[in-house]
C-alpha cells in the first residue's frame, strides 16, 4: 500500500512562485515514473508534467517554461516549482505515480488527494 501526499498549494498573485510537493509513503517496493496533474473547476483533469526515474521530463505545453518538475528519489518525492504563474493555471494539483507495493504484486497508479493552487490578484 502506498500514500501521496501533495503539499505547497496556496493563494498567489499572477507572475508569483509556489512550489509543491508529494511524498510517497507506505509499503513502497519501487516507485517508476512519477507526474503532476491539475483539474479546474468544470474542466477535466490534465497533464502537467511527467519525470522518469532517471529524471526524464515532459511538460504541457502550457507550462513549459514556467514549470519544473524534479524529484529525490532517497526521499520518495516529487516537486513541482511553478514561476510566472498565471490566472488560468488555477486547479487542484495532484501527484502520481507508478508504484510497486512490497505486499501487493503488480504495478499500480497512485494518487494523491490534491492541493490547491489559486493564481488571482
Known amino acids: 500500500q502506498v500514500q501521496l501526499v501533495e503539499s505547497g498549494g496556496g493563494l498567489v498573485q499572477p507572475g508569483g512562485s509556489l512550489r509543491l510537493s508529494c511524498v510517497a509513503s507506505g509499503s513502497i517496493f519501487s516507485i517508476n515514473d512519477m507526474g503532476w496533474y491539475r483539474q479546474a473547476p468544470g474542466k477535466q483533469r490534465e497533464l502537467v508534467a511527467t519525470?522518469?526515474?532517471?529524471?526524464?521530463?515532459n511538460y504541457a505545453d502550457s507550462v513549459k517554461g514556467r514549470f519544473t518538475i524534479s524529484r529525490d528519489n532517497r526521499k520518495n518525492t516529487v516537486y513541482l516549482q511553478m514561476n510566472s504563474l498565471k490566472p488560468e493555471d488555477t486547479a487542484v494539483y495532484y501527484c502520481?505515480?507508478?508504484?510497486?507495493?512490497?505486499?501487493?504484486?503488480?504495478?499500480?497508479?497512485?494518487w494523491g488527494q490534491g492541493t490547491q493552487v489559486t493564481v488571482s490578484s
Open positions: 502520481n505515480a507508478r508504484t510497486k507495493s512490497t505486499v501487493v504484486p503488480g504495478w499500480r497508479l497512485s
Open positions: 519525470i522518469t526515474t532517471g529524471g526524464s521530463t
